[in-house]
């Protein structure tokens, strides 16, 4: 629906166009009077996230990769940012550490079909798989806290450095950092290492299995008491 200001816009210059022309003509709005919507759906996000250029990780990028899974999911998995595979998919996690970490879900009764969604702290990918920078992150954040207000996770599992310090405001390496449960914006987080982390070195596998028990537990805690 249009805002008055373009109503008004549109009623002035058909007027005008049929004192000219004779004719009432569809002239089109400009942009900056078109009321902006604040986005209420996912789908939204994802159209705003489609058509970004706040950071110069568009330039290379053959999709945007806003996330995939339910509402009111029982966890949200956050991962670092799109590689090659999720890149040409448009979907989070779907390579080969995305298969890795399927699995890790599938163990404790998870999955992006029914009880969670899956998302990045950067929706583009990093040419090379490089670090996303902290200029790409701080453009890109604001993205995944309005999905994070819509969908409500009971639970955030953060996997790897970058989305467990950004989310969880500490500075540490992961290997410091997990163990213990934080919190963002009154959601428990627990992090733990990136599938392709214990895809190259398989002594992560035991705290990462840890990791998922304990979080496993503190779901089921947190569901008996509501
Ligand atoms: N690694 C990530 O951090 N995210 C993905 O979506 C895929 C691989
Ligand atoms: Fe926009 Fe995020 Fe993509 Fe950067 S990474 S262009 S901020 S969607």
Redesign the pocket.
């Known amino acids: 629906m249009g805002s008055i200001d373009s109503e008004i816009y549109k009623l002035i210059n058909n007027t005008q166009d049929y004192i000219q022309y004779g004719m009432i003509s569809d002239r089109k709005v400009p942009e900056m009077m078109l009321k902006k919507e604040e986005p209420d759906s996912l789908d939204k996000i994802a159209g705003q ?1 489609a058509k ?4 110069r ?2 330039e290379k ?1 053959k999709n ?1 990769v806003p996330g995939m899974g339910v509402l009111n999911p029982d966890v949200l998995v956050v991962g670092e940012g799109p590689g090659a595979d999720e890149d040409v998919q448009g979907l989070p996690f779907v390579g080969k550490a995305g298969q890795y970490l399927d699995k890790w879900l599938d163990a404790i009764g998870l999955s992006r079909h029914t009880n969670c969604f899956i998302g990045n702290v ?3 990918r990093p040419p090379m798989n490089r670090d996303p920078q902290p200029d ?1 992150i701080e ?2 954040l604001p ?1 995944l806290e309005q999905q994070i207000a819509l969908i409500k996770p009971k639970f955030i599992l953060t996997v790897g450095r970058i989305s467990s310090a950004v989310l969880s405001g500490q500075e540490a390496g992961i290997g410091r950092l997990r163990g213990r449960t934080y919190s963002f914006k009154g959601i428990p987080l627990i992090p733990t290492y990136h599938p392709s982390a214990v895809l190259r070195d398989p002594t992560l596998r035991k705290p990462v299995w840890d990791d998922l028990r304990r979080l496993k537990a503190e779901l089921e805690e947190i569901k008996n008491v509501h």
């Open positions: 996230i970004c250029g706040k950071c990780l568009c990028r945007v950067v929706k583009c790409e453009a890109c993205y």
